[in-house]
């Protein structure tokens, strides 16, 4: 696990850019294109946009990348709620990737479960496997909530005890809605996960993970614990109550 701190948000945004054309370049280089899964957020929003500007268009081979989503909301893919809308207006629209290589999540509110098998299988059929017959992600975008979810994976959810299946439908009983995830098992076997965390309202949560303030009760993120790599990337507001 690897924790950085930056001055500001747009830092962050830029270091997470760079990162991510380096993961990228590597799982081109040795697999022929990257299979990269968004988060929502305000701040992936923020990196998404700045991958949508000159300066990271042309260092970016688009061509070769597949997006996935991470979790979505149970709305059309155009309401304003939508993962995928928001993805699409930040960047998806502007960056050359090929339509045919963007993947959103489909929900139904009637039929979860069936959205979720379609999705598992839409993942083990365009991801390489593990030498134990896991789909791998090359990168694996995350946010975190000031309830400490990510994704959707929220406190006190039964999705936080799923073992087996890759995605999974969701009822956020505080929220009143219905989700769909990528689940531990699946975030957890990517090649690399990035937390991208922004914001004094997440200062709190961060001091008790990283001090293990709250090791009986842990939050749903604490749960994200890769075979590859985990980096932090978070701004000074969020990393303000931080022991050195």
């Known amino acids: 696990m690897k924790i950085c701190v930056f001055d500001s948000k747009e830092v962050l945004f830029q270091n997470a850019a760079q990162y991510f ?3 990228a370049a590597m799982a081109i280089a040795d697999r022929g294109c990257v299979n990269v899964a968004l ?12 991958l949508a500007t000159s300066d990271y268009i042309n260092n970016i081979r688009w061509e070769k990348v597949n997006v996935f989503f991470g979790d979505e909301r149970c709305v059309p893919l155009d309401h304003s709620d939508s993962n995928y809308k928001m993805a699409c207006e930040a960047f998806l629209n502007t960056v050359p990737i090929p339509a045919s290589q963007i993947f959103p999540m489909h929900t139904d509110a009637a039929n979860m479960q069936a959205c979720a098998e379609d999705y598992s299988q839409l993942i083990r059929d365009k991801l390489p496997q593990d030498d134990n017959g896991g789909s791998q992600f090359d990168l694996v975008f995350l946010g975190m909530g000031e309830d400490g979810h990510t994704a959707s994976l929220f406190p006190e959810t039964d999705i936080l005890n799923e073992t087996e299946k890759m995605v999974a439908g969701v009822y956020v009983e505080k929220m009143q809605t219905w989700r769909l995830s990528l689940t531990y098992p699946t975030i957890n076997n990517a090649h690399n996960v990035m937390m991208l ?48």
Do not use: C, H, M, R
Request: avoid cysteine; proline fraction near 6%; aromatic fraction near 8%.
């Open 197 to 244: 965390v922004a914001g004094e309202g997440k200062a709190k949560v961060l001091s008790e993970i990283f001090s293990g303030a709250n090791e009986n009760e842990p939050y749903p993120i604490q749960g994200i614990n890769p075979t590859g790599n985990l980096v932090w990337y978070l701004d000074k507001l969020a990393a303000s109550q931080l022991q050195d």
């Open 39 to 50: 988060a929502g957020g305000s701040t992936p929003k923020g990196l998404y946009q700045l």
């Open 21 to 23: 054309i380096e993961v």
